[in-house]
């Protein structure tokens, strides 16, 4: 996590949750994160790179250049930039999107943004609480698109970005396999080589980190969504991912109530770290007191070392889980991980791991 910011990554996209089926918004829960998720303007990334963000509106105003205003499906999005249907785009804009920009601010954005570029490449699909959120990378691999949308096929969130890359670290694995510190079927969240995919990409301290939640009938929770119970992810086993010795323990911190109110002055929550012999997994976010093991303690992988909670800077119950190659989160770099079984984890997938 970033200290600054006091929040794991920059970005807090994150998914949106729809109550009940209806229109109405509630912007509740975002791993890691929190907060407003989409701007309207243009601004200069930590590597210098451009992005551009849509939430958009003001009066509909028929741009030229615009080649057609029907409304587009989601799964047609990128190419309908791609067309020059900025207008038909911006007809699924949601009410509160078009407060923060005009049509014709959203077609000159568009407009700058897709030139040079040939195609896009679908990526993640994700169907999370009531919301259907894509991914779409250009052919260059330097921009990607990403849109949420409601059943209706509304947009509520959408976002363009010039994409970062740091290639040098990507190829660098971790010298040890390691398992995933769960058991049964987990819905990867944030995790991938690129800050759409990964929120937390931009940060080196963080930037192979994963942020992993459970996922029944594409819902993380039955019940009241702001209750920690109500949430299939909150109470879970976490592992030990890997053979090693516990360095440092934290367990004293209360669990985020009502879900969706964060604790930005103890970003990691309740943490385990483990040393495996110069490389460190860090398993954020524990249920209060619920640590079994303390600093000394040797742990063999798969060993229980905690329950999953919703402490720290988490706007719901999830694990927070990464390797760096220091004990000090905030003075650490994040190694990309070595999975055992060939896992290769992305936002968007559902792993599964027998007991």
């Known amino acids: 996590m970033n200290k600054k910011h006091k929040r794991y990554g920059k970005r807090t996209i994150g998914y949106t949750k729809m109550i009940a089926g209806t ?24 590597t210098g790179q451009q992005q551009a963000t849509a939430s958009t509106n003001s009066s509909a105003e028929q741009q030229p250049g615009s080649t057609a205003t029907s409304k587009v499906q989601p799964e047609a999005l990128a190419q309908e930039m791609l067309n020059g249907n900025f207008s038909g785009i911006y007809q699924r804009f949601s009410d509160p999107f078009k407060e923060d920009i005009t049509e014709k601010e959203f077609s000159e954005m568009s407009a700058s943004f897709i030139a040079g570029v040939k195609s896009f490449t679908p990526g993640y ?49 971790t010298k040890i396999a390691y398992e995933l510190p769960l058991r049964g079927d987990w819905y990867i969240f944030w995790g991938g080589n690129n800050e759409m995919e990964n929120a937390h990409y931009s940060f080196a301290a963080q930037r192979y980190a994963y942020d992993i939640i459970r996922v029944v009938d594409q819902y993380s929770f039955k019940g009241d969504p702001l209750k920690n119970e109500s949430y299939y992810a909150f109470g879970q086993n976490i592992l030990a991912p890997a053979d090693g010795t516990v360095v440092s323990v934290v ?3 209360a669990d985020n109530v009502p879900v969706g109110v964060m604790n930005e002055k103890h970003p990691e929550g309740n943490v385990v ?29 798969g060993d229980v070392i905690g329950l999953l ?21 905030f003075k650490s770099q994040a190694i990309n991980i070595q999975w055992k079984n060939n896992l290769d984890p992305i936002k968007g997938m559902t792993v599964t791991v027998k007991p």
């Open 23 to 46: 229109a109405a918004l509630a912007v509740l829960l975002t791993a890691c994160g929190g907060g407003k998720a989409v701007e309207n303007k243009e601004k200069t990334g930590s």
């Open 251 to 253: 367990n004293d911190i």
């Open 125 to 173: 699909v994700s169907l999370l609480n009531g919301g259907d959120q894509r991914f779409w990378k250009s052919d260059a691999g330097d921009k990607g698109i990403t849109a949420l949308f409601d059943p209706s096929g509304t947009i509520f969130q959408m976002a363009i970005t010039h994409l970062e890359t740091h290639p040098d670290t990507d190829k660098i694995k």
């Open 309 to 329: 909670g919703n402490s720290g800077n988490s706007s719901e119950p999830h694990l927070h889980f990464q390797v760096s190659d220091g004990a000090d989160l």
């Open 273 to 301: 770290v483990i040393d495996h012999g110069g490389e460190y997994s860090y398993l954020a976010h524990l249920k209060k007191g619920s640590a079994t093991v303390k600093p000394g303690d040797k742990v063999k992988t």
